[in-house]
């Protein structure tokens, strides 16, 4: 008979594992915003998702990461899609559609 026996200390069990970390840190609540963005080859609209950590919409715009990332979007050319980042560089206006002002919803980690 084969036994292995392995020491408690060789692999960290789940509950020793830190926390998993989703794009909002460790939190992951939001409050949703329904946008408008507009750049220099389409108009989207879609929900932008506002971190707790931030209070504004113009906080995400100037966060200093590269993408702006909306989900349930539409185009002007009648696409759709579930998510889309858009290159902040190329967004030439946004504007807010609708902000829900109540409790942030849970993001789970991408």
């Known amino acids: 008979m084969n036994h292995v026996i392995k020491h408690p200390a060789a692999a960290p069990s789940i509950t020793n594992r ?29 929900t932008l998702y506002v971190p707790d950590g931030k209070k504004r ?19 002007d050319g009648g696409a759709a899609d579930e998510f889309l980042a858009i290159n902040k560089s190329a967004i030439l206006s946004l504007r807010i559609v609708n902000e829900e002002h109540t409790e942030p919803v849970s993001i789970r980690a991408f």
């Not at 830190?18 to 879609?46: I, L, Q, S």
């Not at 919409?57 to 979007?73: I, Q, Y």
């Open 18 to 46: 830190p926390a998993a970390r989703n794009v909002f840190g460790t939190a992951g609540r939001a409050r949703r915003a329904v946008v408008h963005v507009v750049t220099d080859r389409h108009h989207y609209h879609g």
């Open 57 to 75: 919409v113009s906080d995400v715009l100037c966060d200093g990461k590269p993408f702006l990332n909306l989900t349930e979007v539409s185009t």
